[in-house]
């Protein structure tokens, strides 16, 4: 039997794709958070699904999305090694890896998995500079997900001429703080700030703010912030991002994996990485920006300055 694990949205999505694109016999799902519609939506679970049972001898396999919120990933890799049962984990992001994993902590190498599997050439130039391929297999795949998001997108009856929002993805710094997430524990700068920010660039250019939470944040959270936004603004309650790309001017965020969505379906991408944000996850060192086509900036200025051309 085949064990499948999840729970962020970014990883459940790469690796929900790939397991449509390649389907598994006699699989079993373990699933939590934002994971579980995301699977949903892709057909390979039904809308009873509910997280049960844990890993026996009878699993042979087990493939998994990283996560930074919930520790199912690092429960399962554990277990599994006690059961020498296989292991896959599907990276979505770009970072160093071997933290991700709990490096520097003592024994971080004896959760790592036996094949770590990329999605693109970004991230197996890290795999290989942070030395996990002398820990693990490594293997390069397709990213189904921008695939079937590129012929999703396609098919939608898109009106370019109407496109004039502004659409920032809120950035989860708060969750990500709470969550322990290393690059974010020395920063002051947050969501929030970022927010303060773009609504002021709205409001002076004449803009429409559109605003998209993140799966992992509670709409609660952000209503009592909502009296800092001084332009026209609209609160995404759209299901699929690819309804507020098709609204969009422009796409702002913070090193999220849905710029990378906007700027493969087209979209002007923009990642606002201010004081002391910079480059945490190294994304400018690495090449991601560069890679996908993202615009990097600082200040408002440089933004206003894209606005301008557009």
């Known amino acids: 039997m085949i064990g499948v694990v999840a729970y962020d949205a970014g990883g459940a999505e790469v690796l929900s794709a790939y397991v449509k694109k390649n389907p598994l016999k006699n699989v079993k799902y373990f699933l939590k958070g934002p994971a579980v519609k995301i699977f949903q939506k892709q057909g390979l679970i039904n809308e009873n699904y509910y997280y049960q049972g844990s890993l026996t001898k009878e699993f042979t396999h087990l493939l998994l999305s990283m996560s930074w919120q919930d520790e199912i990933t690092y429960e399962m890799l554990k277990q599994s090694k006690e059961l020498e049962i296989q292991t896959e984990v599907m990276l979505d992001s770009w970072c160093d890896y071997t933290q991700r994993f709990g490096s520097p902590k003592p024994g971080w190498e004896s959760i790592l998995p036996d094949v770590i599997t990329v999605v693109d050439s970004v991230a197996e130039k890290i795999v290989y500079k942070v030395g996990l391929d002398k820990h693990c297999n490594i293997k390069k795949v397709t990213n189904y997900f921008l695939e079937s998001l590129k012929e999703e997108y396609k098919n939608l009856d898109v009106v370019e001429s109407e496109c004039n929002d502004l659409l920032y993805l809120s950035a989860p710094i708060d969750e990500a703080k709470r969550a322990g997430v290393a690059e974010f524990a020395a920063t002051k700068t947050t969501q929030f700030d970022l ?116």
Not at 230 to 255: E, M, P, R, T, W
Not at 293 to 302: A, D, E
């Open 195 to 310: 927010l303060r920010d773009i609504s002021s660039i709205c409001r002076d250019t004449n803009i429409t703010l559109r605003i998209r939470l993140h799966p992992s944040e509670n709409r609660r959270n952000i209503d009592k912030y909502l009296d800092m936004i001084d332009c026209n603004y609209i609160i995404s309650d759209n299901q699929s991002i690819l309804h507020d790309f098709q609204n969009a001017k422009l796409v702002l965020g913070y090193s999220s994996l849905a710029l990378i969505q906007s700027s493969v379906l087209g979209k002007t991408s923009i990642s606002y990485q201010k004081d002391d944000l910079k480059d945490l996850f190294n994304w400018n060192e690495y090449g991601v920006y560069s890679y996908y086509g993202i615009k990097r900036v600082t200040n408002l200025k440089q933004i206003e300055k894209i606005i301008s051309e557009k």
